[in-house]
């Protein structure tokens, strides 16, 4: 698909410019039949030549390699595999050619379909909510009862009113009393049912917010200069404060903001109402209370999630402005969507001051992407490392271009960066033998494989397990894994490729992107037959 994209685009920008193939072919240094060959797609292009022929073009390089229409090919290859679609007239006509012709050629009627299919999605997914707690929700399931009981009443009562000419006043006034009661008993009922859909614990989450700030950072290039910089200048005014960068945090929320940090024991939270399980905030086992300036702690809250909580408390109260700038994007079309990249953002800014870009990058490169020990050198957690590790994306300094992945027990994805070529699902499962999930087998180790799909592109996939301790003895540990993806020309330039024979076929894993996608018809593993037909192997 990559091929496909970029030898399209080379051959509209050309015709733009009024070159022939020849003419072409000449400024650029290469024969008229190798510059045929590149514009059907037949030869890949990359490094000194790709950069030529975007200056001829006079074309930025990743517009010729179309990132972003391809990830919206990925995404309508993905599309594709829905079930509504599946049951359609088009079953098994959708290839990943046609989807990469019509990314290429009409992005915006692409844009438009994935639009529509996020709607549909979340308008299903609401609907399958609510169907859900209609089924299992005791208060649901009694009050849809008294309502149904109570026009029933209404009803009959109403029948008899009209149909029953020789009433008495006396037998009158009863029957409407009785209206009137049951009325008011519906109306009780109806008030009760409406607070509820109105509780947090009805409300669904739109899919459509996470899937824009997704695609905000994705096309972003996952790097922000002006929140490196904002980073840098929180660095500046911390400096002579506190004998760590923890204790300089607090001192600097205490001064600058009047905010007080505190620890509690998660059963005093529990007792005072705001548990874990009914407060959103405490996901990362800290809540800010605005309105008292508190930031609280769970006692079990490690030293790495502390730091870069303080960190981020600093970024969003410090540098909200810069922050939001940064989120005035119109990818970001509802509140929703802008909130959760605000967070976002202030998240990156945390991880600027807690892994400064220079050194970091530089450490990162001198330990050859060791996650193990840039994480014990900057005191960091897992989670933190990979993430930063995806940012070093500064033009003239970037790192290894890495993808990201986390994933929970059941093979849900939780958070996703993917490469241009290697597409990460976005809804359901991967493919069931990447090593994100091998790594659940052998908890704390990292399991490092070197994958091989379909297409003949191969990749170095580093993953392993993160457990968030828990807080008392009767609590479950949460357990997840986080994996990390690089292309294999850039694979020797991590520790993880030490002993792996790259050149060998044997030694990578047949893999697929999920089951639904994955055109290995004889693979054992396989839980879904394919709908989206092969796209034939390029020639040459």
């Not at 300089?248 to 940090?261: D, F, N, S, T």
């Not at 981020?312 to 119109?330: C, K, T």
């Not at 995806?390 to 939780?414: D, H, K, Y």
Request: with cysteine.
């Amino acid at each position: 698909m990559t091929r496909q994209l970029t030898g399209f685009r080379i051959r509209e920008r050309r015709r733009e410019l009024g070159l022939s193939q020849v003419a072409a072919a000449r400024e650029i240094g290469i024969s008229a039949s190798y510059m045929n060959l590149i514009e059907h797609n037949k030869r890949p292009i990359a490094g000194r030549l790709l950069r030529r022929i975007a200056e001829v073009l006079a074309l930025e390089a990743d517009t010729l390699t179309g990132v972003s229409e391809r990830r919206l090919a990925d995404e309508l290859v993905e599309l594709a595999a829905e079930p509504l679609v599946r049951a359609g007239s088009l079953a098994g006509t959708l290839d990943e050619r046609s989807a990469g012709d019509l990314a290429a050629r009409h992005p915006g009627w692409a844009q438009a379909l994935l639009a529509f299919h996020r709607a549909y999605r979340e308008q299903s997914q609401a609907v399958g909510a609510l169907s859900e707690q209609l089924q299992r929700d005791p208060f649901l399931r009694d009050t849809v009862h008294q309502i149904l009981t109570q026009l029933a009443t209404l009803r009959s009562t109403a029948e008899i009113l009209q149909s029953v000419e020789d009433l008495g006043p006396e037998q009158q006034r009863r029957f409407i009393a009785i209206m009137a009661e049951e009325s008011l008993r519906l109306s009780g009922v109806a008030q009760g049912l409406a607070g509820f859909f109105d509780s947090e614990q009805a409300r669904t989450r739109p899919a459509t917010a996470s899937e824009e700030v997704e695609d905000f950072i994705i096309e972003r290039g996952n790097y922000f200069e002006p929140l490196e910089a904002a980073g840098r200048e929180l660095a500046r005014a911390l400096e002579g404060r506190g004998d760590t960068p923890m204790s300089a945090l607090i001192e600097y929320l205490g001064a600058r903001h009047g905010v007080r940090v505190v620890s509690r024991p998660p059963h005093e939270v529990a007792q005072a109402g705001r548990g874990p399980a009914s407060e959103e905030g405490w996901r990362n086992l800290c809540f800010f209370d605005e309105e008292q300036r508190h930031l609280v702690f769970l006692d079990n809250a490690s030293i790495s999630t502390r730091r870069f909580q303080l960190a981020r408390l600093a970024a969003e109260l410090g540098w909200e402005e810069v922050i939001e700038r940064e989120a005035d994007d119109p990818r970001l079309t509802s509140k929703a969507a802008r909130a959760q990249a605000f967070r976002a953002l202030a998240s990156y800014l945390a991880s600027t001051l807690l892994l400064p870009y220079e050194r970091f990058q530089a450490d990162a490169v001198r330990t050859r992407y060791d996650v193990e020990l840039l994480r014990q050198r900057y005191d960091a957690s897992v989670e933190q490392v990979c993430h930063r590790l995806v940012t070093l994306r500064r033009p003239g300094r970037e790192g290894v271009p890495f993808a990201f992945l986390r994933a929970n027990p059941a093979g849900f994805t939780t958070k996703r960066f993917p490469l241009p070529g290697l597409a990460l699902a976005r809804h359901g499962h991967a493919c069931p033998l990447w090593a994100i999930y091998g790594s659940f087998q052998t908890p704390g180790r990292v399991i490092r494989q070197l994958a091989a799909f379909p297409d003949g592109s191969r990749y170095l996939f580093i993953a392993r397990t993160v457990t968030k301790q828990p807080a008392t003895f009767q609590e479950q540990p949460f357990l997840h894994a986080v994996m990390l993806a690089c292309e294999e020309i850039h694979a020797d330039r991590t520790v993880y490729a030490d002993g792996l024979d790259l050149a060998a076929a044997q030694s990578a894993t047949p893999v697929g992107p999920a089951c639904r996608l994955c055109p290995r018809s004889a693979c054992l593993h396989r839980a879904e037959a394919p709908i989206v037909a092969p796209r034939p192997r390029d020639g040459g």
